[in-house]
């Protein structure tokens, strides 16, 4: 794992890194949004992470107040600001091992069939077990479809998009 570079960033600098990497994302999930469950996401929230640690809870906050205000904020909402930050989380726990795209495939295929039940507790208040359980059941062949295309999307772009942010990390272009 490569080292953050040694002193803080210029603040304009990681306001601007983060505005971008945020913007990325909330791109990414606007463009392939017509594919059930297609989402770049999950690999992007990865490779933030390993890259900017701490950091990234304003990437993941900034994008969920995007899609609060794009799509309107229904009791759907609150689940952005739970579930990127326990994938954050996570990240943050395996990311002292080995940079592997198989390993962070395997993450993000797991992570994305349990989505649907990460995103089924704002109706377990709203609603009660019943209506939690059943969002998450009716779901289930969402979160398959979720699980393949991250284990697929992550397995093809984690090394190239790591060995971009390393080189843009050595330049001095990162936090």
Known sequence: MRPMRNG?????????????????????????????????????????????????????????????????????????????????????VLGRRPRRAWFWALVAAFYGLFYGLLCSLPYLVAGGPAMAFSWWVAGIPFDILHCIFNFAITLILFNPMDRLFAHLQERGALL
């Open 8 to 92: 803080p960033a210029h603040p304009a600098r990681t306001v601007t890194v983060l505005a971008l990497c945020t913007a990325l994302v909330f791109s990414l999930q606007v463009a392939l949004a017509a594919i059930p469950n297609g989402e770049c996401v999950t690999l992007l929230f990865i490779v933030f992470t390993l890259y900017f640690r701490r950091y990234t809870l304003y990437i993941i906050y900034l994008f969920a107040l995007l899609e609060g205000v794009t799509y309107g904020f229904g009791i759907w909402w609150f689940m952005y600001l739970y579930v990127w930050t326990i994938l954050w989380a996570i990240v943050m």
